[in-house]
């Protein structure tokens, strides 16, 4: 059984840093994308960074360019994502999520993330 298990969230004030992990089992997500979406209240989930298994360089949503970065341990079989100079408006559940055939189908729980001003 396929299971994305994110962690690492929590209360920061603005301007601090969390990283976020999301430790994957059931599959071998080394050769898939992966990326990690952000759903605040009352709005849509939107992407906020992801990568391709190719190893190319992490694309990122313009709000968090330069602040956030994504990896990942293959040998752990486990994505980061470190994030810096947190905002208020980052306060979300932040998810995990694998993607197989262009279609995200694997997701994790989620992580809360609060950005106290």
């Known amino acids: 059984q396929v299971q994305l298990v994110e962690s690492g969230g929590g209360l920061v004030q603005a301007g601090g840093s969390l990283r976020l992990s999301c430790t994957t089992s059931?599959?071998?997500?080394?050769?898939?994308?992966m990326a990690w979406f952000r759903q605040a209240p009352g709005k849509d989930r939107e992407l906020v960074a992801g990568?391709?298994?190719?190893?190319?360089?992490?694309i990122y949503v313009d709000t968090v360019k330069g602040r956030f970065a994504i990896s990942r341990d293959s040998a752990k079989n486990t994505v980061y994502m470190q994030m810096d100079g947190l905002k208020p408006e980052g306060t979300a559940i932040y998810y995990c999520?694998?993607?197989?055939?262009?279609?995200?189908?694997?997701w994790g729980r989620g992580t809360q993330v609060t950005v106290s001003s």
């Open positions: 999520a694998g993607k197989v055939s262009g279609t995200y189908v694997y």
């Open positions: 990568f391709n298994w190719s190893g190319s360089p992490g």
């Open positions: 059931g599959r071998t997500f080394n050769t898939y994308d």
